[in-house]
């Protein structure tokens, strides 16, 4: 997991500082933050084709770019095209492998983060996918508030949720998300996040978060290490998921 810098670019020094740690770390499965590369889209009010058709170039580039880290597998998301907005498309690369996992279909709309404006799923479902030998569902940034769709992951047999985020400085509910969407499901939950002001002045809260099965902390990144790696055990989460509160009837 890890903290992307704000405004990344996929190629130039920052860039390959990044690649050069993942690739000291050497992780079999690399969680980034939510749409990770170039401006944040959805800080303006107004839907503007040409910046969106912007980012989802910088996002195509940025396949290349993660690809070419050599990690088994990549969870990520992406802007696509979709009508007359963007969805935001959650995907896992594997050894070059693209697989769709999901469409984001919560959207907040405030200062910073018009998503209602930009962006609308082309595709229903949370759906469970077997990635880098784990199986995992994917909750994007604000959909980890609703814990609802985390115990429906643990009860259709995920053992990890990946949570990519584009979130503000106030970190304080996204742990309390975490550490709630781990308990209902039984699963790892681990989220990465934007960090850093942007050119315009939007702050990101940085702070990527791993949660064990039973909900208690794992790990957390910090101001001197930015990418973190744990180890997760699917039988853990398998046996969690008979425990309290999981095998409560709905």
Not at 15 to 22: D, F, H, L, N, Q
Not at 24 to 42: K, N, Q
Not at 176 to 195: D, E, F, W
Request: one cysteine or more; aromatic letters at 10%.
């Amino acid at each position: 997991m890890m903290e992307g810098p704000a405004d990344l670019e996929p190629k130039g020094a920052t860039w390959e500082g990044i690649a050069e740690r993942i690739g000291e770390l050497a992780p079999d499965l690399l969680v980034t933050s939510e749409m990770p590369f170039g401006p944040w889209v959805a800080a303006d009010p107004q839907y503007d084709a040409d910046r969106a058709a912007a980012s989802v170039r910088i996002h195509e580039a940025g396949l290349d770019a993660l690809a070419a880290l050599g990690v088994p597998a990549v969870v990520s998301s992406r802007p696509v095209h979709a009508g007359g907005r963007l969805a935001n498309e959650a995907f896992a690369l594997q050894d070059g492998r693209y697989t769709r996992l999901h469409h984001k279909q919560y959207f907040p709309e405030e200062p910073g983060y018009f998503e209602a404006t930009w962006f609308h799923a082309a595709m229903d479902g949370f759906e469970v996918f077997e990635v880098g030998g784990i199986r995992l569902g994917v909750q994007l940034c604000t959909e980890l508030m609703f814990n609802e769709r985390s115990r429906a992951y643990g009860r259709a047999g995920a053992e990890l949720i990946v949570a990519p985020r584009a979130s503000s400085a106030s970190t304080r509910r996204w742990l309390t998300a975490g550490a709630m969407a781990a308990l209902v499901s039984g699963c790892y939950v681990v989220s990465s996040n934007r960090a850093g002001r942007t050119a315009a002045g939007q702050v990101f809260g940085g702070t990527a978060f791993a949660f064990q099965p039973d909900g208690e902390p794992l790990a957390q990144t910090s101001d001197t290490e930015s990418i973190v790696v744990i180890e997760v055990d699917p039988a853990r989460a398998r046996a969690q998921q008979s425990q309290y509160p999981c095998y409560v009837r709905e």
